[in-house]
């Protein structure tokens, strides 16, 4: 099963993917955590992603087609995945068609934006080992430090509340068309992001019965 999972940045389409993984035993591709990564190692598309990242515009369609297009390719994949932060313009949801793959459903998960200001605010990650925490839903033991690897906890700086605005709007201008998109080929499924997680995650393992 090939699935997409759309939604605003925020909107936990992360924390989805890792149900829905564990459920039908189909590995998650995120391509945001494909070009941290990559910014990290300092990576030639890294260098160039780093910049748009950190603006919270996007990186360039050709840029992450050729990096989904070689993860898709792998071993672990041939069986179905969860794309998690792709397609995120037209082009690439055409990208996916030309190269042939087959998409089953796209489920869309909606959180109102002012809902997302306020959670992406209180988000807090650790740069050493990935961990995520947020200082009101999930807060760490012990303020600012990894309950992990007791190291010190960051804001993100595109979670910060002037990037996460430019992102909501290249949501809403770039990826948001991709409902119709999507809805026009009969795939789109929309689930409302709940309070609590595991409400959420209810709705989307029923979406895909
Ligand atoms: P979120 O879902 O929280 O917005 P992601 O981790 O999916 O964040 O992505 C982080 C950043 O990586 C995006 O703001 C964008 O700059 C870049 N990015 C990720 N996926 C894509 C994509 N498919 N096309 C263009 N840019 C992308
Ligand atoms: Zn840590």
């Known amino acids: 099963m090939n699935l997409i999972l759309l939604g605003a940045p925020g909107a936990g389409k992360g924390t989805q993917a890792e149900v829905i993984c564990k459920e039908f035993n189909i590995p998650t ?119 992990s690897c007791g190291k010190e906890l960051v804001v993100r700086k595109d979670d910060e509340p002037e990037t996460v605005k430019s992102r909501l709007k290249t949501y809403h201008e770039q990826t948001a068309p991709l409902k119709d998109y999507y809805a026009a080929q009969g795939k789109l499924v929309s689930v409302e992001g709940q309070e609590e997680v595991a409400d959420t995650s209810r709705l989307v393992l029923d979406a895909l019965k």
């Open 29 to 147: 591709i995120s391509t945001g955590n494909m070009l941290r990564a990559a910014v990290k190692e300092g990576t030639e598309y890294g260098l160039k992603a780093k910049a748009a990242m950190d603006a919270g515009a996007l990186v360039s369609d050709e840029i992450v087609i050729g990096i989904l297009k070689d993860r898709i390719a792998q071993d672990d994949a041939q069986n179905g995945f969860i794309l998690d932060g792709f397609p995120r313009t037209v082009p690439q949801a055409e990208a996916l068609d030309e190269m042939g793959v087959k998409i089953d459903k796209v489920v869309e998960i909606f959180v109102p934006d002012e809902k997302i200001q306020k959670r992406m605010s209180g988000r807090r990650v650790c740069l050493d080992c990935g961990a995520t925490f947020h200082t009101e839903y999930n807060p760490p033991k012990q303020e600012g430090i990894c309950d």
